[in-house]
């Protein structure tokens, strides 16, 4: 029985095999939108060695009255 696996684009089942020259993808459509989210940077890989970015106007103080 050949493993069938989600497609992470557009979530259409697929057979993972050789068969599929875009596994995990169903095709290269979603090969390619998935790639441009990467380029885009709406996917990456949390990088937890740089401190959260904040605000200065978080940092400052309070207006006087």
């Known amino acids: 029985m050949i493993p069938r696996v989600e497609c992470p684009t557009c979530h259409r089942k697929v057979e993972w095999s050789a068969a599929n020259p875009f596994r995990p993808f169903c095709s290269e459509r979603c ?35």
């Open 31 to 65: 090969r390619l939108v998935d790639l441009g989210a990467w380029f885009s940077g709406a996917r990456a890989i949390p990088d937890e060695s740089t401190p959260e970015l904040t605000h200065p106007e978080d940092d400052a103080a309070p207006p006087e009255r």
